[in-house]
């Protein structure tokens, strides 16, 4: 997972910036960040989000790790469309976040681009977006 994770922001860095960018707007309300199970792209996008505004490492992680709670119902959602089974829990077990891939990816960050918000920067945030995208989320 670690190795996707950071491919999607080497692949899909502007997808990344510009939903970034999309929290920092000024005319932004409240947003919703979500992509089909909810724990990969959008678990590695609102990771950045909170590191880049100084959320404490470790809740990052646990609020990223909260997602392996749901992927069983996910799963049984999304086979209750088609007719198919519900996978064996190996396979269940397989797609569940773990904490030490998020912990790994930050870690990356940290050390390749100075955090998350170091590679926001150097990908196109401006100063004024990531100030404004802090304003915005130090009450949340």
Do not use: Q
């Not at 724990?39 to 590695?44: A, F, I, N, S, V």
């Not at 990223?64 to 007719?83: N, P, V």
């Amino acid at each position: 997972m670690v190795a996707n994770y950071l491919g999607y922001l080497r692949d899909r860095g502007p997808n990344v910036l510009g939903a970034v960018r999309r929290l920092a707007a000024e005319d932004t309300g409240p947003a919703l960040v979500h992509c089909a199970a909810g724990k990969d792209r959008t678990g590695t996008l609102v990771a950045m989000v909170l590191d880049a505004v100084g959320v404490e490492r470790e809740a990052i992680i646990e609020d990223y790790a909260l997602s392996a709670t749901r992927i069983e119902d996910m799963f049984t959602r999304w086979r209750a469309r088609t007719g198919e089974p519900v996978p064996d829990a190996d396979e269940l077990d397989r797609h569940r976040p773990r904490a030490r891939a998020m912990a790994e990816v930050l870690a990356v960050l940290d050390e390749r681009a100075g955090g998350a918000a170091g590679w926001l920067l150097a990908n196109g945030l401006t100063e004024n977006e990531l100030a404004i995208l802090r304003a915005r989320l130090a009450g949340a």
